[in-house]
C-alpha cells in the first residue's frame, strides 16, 4: 500500500549535465573562451589594417611607466588570472578526492612528470619555432614580441611567474578541465581532443597563423600524452618551460 502511494523519483541526471553545461561556459567566459574571442577580433583588425607580417603581438606589455606601479599591475594581471583555475578546482573537487588528483597534478611523481616535462618541452619547441619562421615568410604571421617590459630588478621573476600562469591556465583548463566535461557530456576522446586543441590554436590567433598551427599540433600531442597517463603535471612543466625561454630569452630564439 505505501509502496503504491510513493511518488516517482524524477531523474536529476539531465538537471545535473545541464549543470555542469553552465559551469563549463561560465569558466570559458572568465578565462580561455574570452581570449578566443578577443583572439579572433584582434586578427581581423590586424588584417584588415594591413599585412600581417607588418603588425606585431607583444605578449607582456609594459602596464605603467612607472616602475613601481608597473610591478604592481604585473602582479595583480597575474593573480587575477589564476581565479578561474581556482574556480575549476572548486568545480572538480569530489568527497574523498581532491581537484588535484582528478586532474593528476600532484606532487607523488616530480622527478617522472619533470623529465616528462622537458621531453615535451623539446619536442613541441623546435616545430612552433618552426612554424614560426615560416609564417613570417609567407606573411601569415604577426612579429611577436615576448616582452616590453623595461630591465628592472623584477623583470625576469616576473616574466616567470607570468609564464608559469600561462601554463596553469591552459593545462588546468583547456586540458584538464575541459576533457573531463566533454566526456561528461558524452564526447567521444578524439572529438574532446581536437575540441580542446582548437580552442588552444584560436587564443593565439592574435599572432597569426603560424601559432595557431603550432598551438593546434601542441594541444594534440598534450591531449594524447594527459589520455595516455592521466597526469597533468608534465603538461604544466613543459609549458611553462616554452614560455619561460621564449620570454626571457625571445630574440635569441628568434622573435622580435
Not at 523519483?9 to 574571442?37: E, F, N, Y
Not at 572538480?92 to 622527478?111: C, E, H, I, M, N
Not at 561528461?184 to 584560436?202: H, I, K, N, Q, Y
Request: hydrophobic share 50%; proline share 5%.
Amino acid at each position: 500500500m505505501t509502496g503504491s502511494l510513493a511518488k516517482p523519483v524524477a531523474d536529476s541526471r539531465p538537471r545535473h549535465t545541464a549543470r555542469l553545461r553552465a559551469q563549463l561556459w561560465i569558466v570559458l567566459g572568465l578565462s580561455l573562451g574570452q581570449s578566443a574571442v578577443y583572439s579572433v577580433v584582434q586578427l581581423l583588425d590586424k588584417a584588415t589594417r594591413g599585412p600581417l607580417a607588418q603588425a606585431t603581438s607583444t605578449l607582456n606589455p609594459e602596464r605603467s611607466s612607472r616602475e613601481v606601479f608597473d610591478l604592481l599591475y604585473q602582479l595583480l594581471d597575474i593573480g587575477f588570472a589564476l581565479v578561474p583555475v581556482a574556480l575549476v578546482l572548486y568545480f572538480l573537487w569530489q568527497p574523498g578526492k581532491s581537484a588535484f588528483r582528478v586532474l593528476g597534478f600532484t606532487a607523488d611523481r616530480p622527478v617522472r612528470d619533470v623529465l616528462w616535462g622537458i621531453g615535451l618541452m623539446l619536442a613541441m619547441g623546435l616545430p612552433s619555432l618552426g612554424l614560426y619562421a615560416l609564417g613570417r615568410a609567407l606573411g601569415v604571421t604577426t612579429e611577436i614580441i615576448p616582452s616590453a617590459l623595461d630591465a628592472y630588478w623584477w623583470t625576469i621573476p616576473v616574466l616567470v611567474l607570468s609564464a608559469i600562469r600561462h601554463a596553469l591556465v591552459e593545462e588546468v583548463i583547456v586540458v584538464g578541465y575541459l576533457l573531463n566535461r566533454l566526456e561528461r557530456f558524452g564526447w567521444g576522446p578524439w572529438a574532446a581532443v581536437l575540441a580542446s586543441s582548437l580552442l588552444r590554436g584560436s587564443y593565439h590567433l592574435y599572432q597569426g597563423f603560424g601559432p595557431f598551427l603550432g598551438n593546434f599540433a601542441m594541444g594534440l600531442v598534450f591531449c594524447w600524452v594527459y589520455k595516455r597517463f592521466g597526469r597533468l603535471a608534465p603538461l604544466v612543466v613543459a609549458h611553462a618551460l616554452l614560455d619561460i625561454a621564449a620570454f626571457t630569452a625571445g630574440p635569441l630564439l628568434g622573435f622580435g
